[in-house]
């Protein structure tokens, strides 16, 4: 029996040429590149702009903190020659700011616990379940994102008004959390919409009510959206001056806002600028800090349902 030899490989004769691979030219692909390349430094520089133009007055706001009126004045850009803390101290007892800061956060406080609770409550119940008025109540939460606030301003101080809640920090958390239960259902529902229908189907095969479910299950898997929503409610009610002013004229029940807008007038007539920057300041870090803590977590919460 024969067996079939594979023929070795002939060897290359001397002198033979031995083609090359061809290298392809750079072509439209080194050109996009380019172009990127170019698209990248353009907006890292307008970025950097941005931020130059956003950091530059809060630093320079919280560096004249620090100084005496004569250095506000006379070297506004200079550093201050030592820290003057006693401007914190006179804002914060001379000035009120404590009494108002402490109102601001029972305030802001319960109102964005109840718009956390409630709006998520009535987007889950939106996004999950289907009933006639579902889409007609919806489209009213979307609608009360449009209508401007200063159109009801007027007849809301009246309802308060015989309601017994004029001047009242519990009149005040009512009043904040209707005004931002509509962009809170808006936005959880939409969150809501991308959370997988498996897991809720599970938990009702396993015997769990609709409040566990919600409660146990739903809800912490809608944590970066509550955060991102919270995070928003936060930044606006602690921030809202229209309203305490309307609805919450008692001297003791001012919020931070109208603190800030009374030491801006007290503290301009007697030239005590350094005292009028500390309380700016003061009111403006816990928004920083805030933001700075969940910057993450907002971010998650913006492009969840762009991933899903």
């Known amino acids: 029996m024969k067996t079939t030899e594979t023929p070795a490989p002939l060897p290359a004769e001397s002198g033979a040429a031995v083609s090359k691979i061809d290298v392809p030219a750079p072509g439209p692909a080194g050109k996009k590149k380019r172009e990127g390349g170019v698209l990248n430094v353009f907006s890292h520089g307008v970025l950097i702009v941005w931020a130059i133009m956003v950091v530059t007055p809060l630093l320079w706001a919280v560096m004249t903190s620090f100084k005496s009126d004569s250095s506000i004045f006379g070297s506004p850009w200079s550093l201050p020659d030592k820290l003057h803390f006693d401007n914190w101290s006179r804002a914060w007892t ?19 616990i109840g ?17 006639p008025g ?10 009360g994102m449009s209508f401007p606030i200063m159109l009801a301003l007027v007849p ?13 920090i519990h009149g005040l958390i009512l009043v904040y959390i209707a005004y931002s239960l509509p962009f809170t259902v808006f936005f959880l529902t939409a969150f809501f919409r991308t959370l997988p229908t498996s897991v809720a189907e599970a938990a009702f095969v396993d015997g769990a009510s609709h ?19 919270g995070i928003f409610n936060f930044l606006g009610q602690w921030n809202q001056y229209m309203l305490p002013t309307v609805l919450n004229t008692d001297p003791d029940k ?11 007038v007290s503290q ?27 910057q993450r977590q907002v971010v998650q919460g913006l492009t969840a349902g762009a991933l899903k």
Request: hydrophobic residues 55%.
């Open 254 to 264: 001012k919020v931070l806002t109208q603190g800030l807008v009374q030491l801006a």
């Open 156 to 168: 809301l101080f009246y309802v308060v008004n015989n309601m017994g809640l004029l001047n009242t």
């Open 211 to 229: 409040t566990r479910t919600f409660f146990q299950i739903m809800l912490p898997m809608a944590k970066p959206g509550l955060i991102s929503v």
């Open 134 to 143: 579902n889409r007609f109540i919806y489209y009213l939460f979307v609608g």
């Open 115 to 131: 718009t956390l609770v409630l709006g998520s409550m009535a987007a889950y119940v939106l996004a999950r379940f289907d009933f």
């Open 94 to 112: 001379q000035a009120n700011m404590s009494d108002y800061f402490l109102n601001t956060v029972l305030v802001v406080g319960g109102s964005l």
């Open 268 to 294: 301009g007539y007697k030239g005590d600028w350094s005292g009028l920057f500390a309380g700016l300041v003061m009111a403006m870090l816990p928004v920083l800090g805030a933001y700075i803590v969940f």
